[in-house]
């Protein structure tokens, strides 16, 4: 989760800011429930801000790594933390896309790491400049995707039940539409039929 501030969001224009919070407040949720490893960084926080509340609240033990590289994959106290883990894929949302995610992004998928990009869950300062940096990525071999899918990728299957009950509690916070319908469905099954 990368620079998520009020800086950022203050120039935000390429989606309205509380579709933004909702989707990264929606990521961090799932990457708790499913044990995902989660960097959280801002950049120059005391005068850019602090990572929204929405974020901070899901990890309230970890303290933002607050850089002054524009790129957070220059930093080592990120590099270092992926590399511990040993692990070759990454999962990007930030602000901005054009910058703070694309740099990192590009320049981990150059060294041979598999990058997706949480599109809904990052922006930029223009639609224009949103839809350059993603296509940008993708001729870098970057995966575009929304925080929905990464969620359901990391769910798989309703069977998993240790974790799908948590999933769908999520779903009706954050999943708008399909997050009310699913709520409708559970209290039109748990209502019960009168009998004549």
Aim: glycine share 6%; net charge negative; proline share 5%.
């Amino acid at each position: 989760m990368i620079d998520h501030q009020p800086f950022q969001f203050a120039n935000l224009n390429s989606h309205e800011p509380t579709l933004i919070v909702n989707a990264v407040a929606g990521l961090s949720k799932a990457a708790k429930i499913f044990n995902v490893p989660t960097i959280l960084t801002t950049v120059v926080e005391e005068r850019g801000g602090l990572i929204i509340k929405q974020i901070q609240d899901v990890f309230p033990e970890q303290k933002p790594i607050n850089r002054t590289f524009i790129n957070t994959w220059q930093d080592p106290a990120v590099t270092d933390i992926v590399a511990e883990s040993g692990r070759k894929q990454l999962i990007i949302a930030g602000l901005w896309t054009e910058v703070c995610v694309a740099m990192p992004a590009i320049q981990a998928a150059g060294e041979g790491y598999d990058v997706f990009v949480v599109t809904d869950a990052s922006g930029s300062v223009s639609a224009e400049a949103h839809d350059m940096a993603v296509r940008r990525m993708m001729q870098h071999g970057i995966t575009p995707i929304n925080w929905i899918a990464v969620a359901s990728e990391w769910q798989r299957d309703w069977a998993r039940l240790d974790t799908a009950n948590k999933l769908a509690g999520l779903m009706i916070e954050h999943a708008g539409g399909s997050g009310v319908a699913y709520a409708w469905e559970q209290q039109l099954l748990n209502t019960p039929v009168p009998t004549a």
